[in-house]
Nanobody, 123 residues
Framework: QVQLVESGGGSVQAGGSLRLSCVASGYIAGIYCMGWFRQAPGKEREGVAAIYTVGGSRVYADSVKGRFTVSQDNTKTTLYLQMNSLKSEDTAMYYC????????????????WGQGTQVTVSS
């Protein structure tokens, strides 16, 4: 079992920045990939970014490339999402996830979810 606790959400004006954090606890040694998903009202949950535990490769949704950066601390217990140049369309609940092997942005490949943290961007 892995527990995930997100923090760092809030309200910001368009063009601003936020950094989300996700602390993982439990059996973290077996984690293959961790990432961030988001869900806006009335929309499906979508993959935003992910990082692979071995090798550190990072992947991003096209909508956030060049603006968001996913990273982990050296102990691999904390996942971050640095969000810059925020837009109103980034408004959503953001979820931390432990992802199984397979397509990183597929909700069906998520093994564990955090409880979510709200990000609201006003224009």
């Amino acid at each position: 079992q892995v527990q995930l606790v997100e923090s760092g959400g809030g309200s910001v004006q368009a063009g601003g920045s936020l950094r989300l954090s996700c602390v993982a606890s439990g059996y973290i040694a077996g984690i293959y990939c961790m990432g961030w998903f988001r869900q806006a009202p009335g929309k499906e949950r979508e993959g935003v970014a992910a990082i692979y535990t071995v090798g550190g490769s990072r992947v991003y949704a096209d909508s956030v490339k060049g603006r968001f950066t996913v990273s982990q601390d050296n102990t691999k217990t904390t996942l971050y999402l640095q969000m810059n140049s925020l837009k109103s369309e980034d408004t959503a609940m953001y979820y931390c996830a432990v992802i199984n092997r397979g397509t990183w942005y597929s909700r069906g490949n998520v093994r564990y979810w955090g409880q979510g943290t709200q990000v609201t961007v006003s224009s």
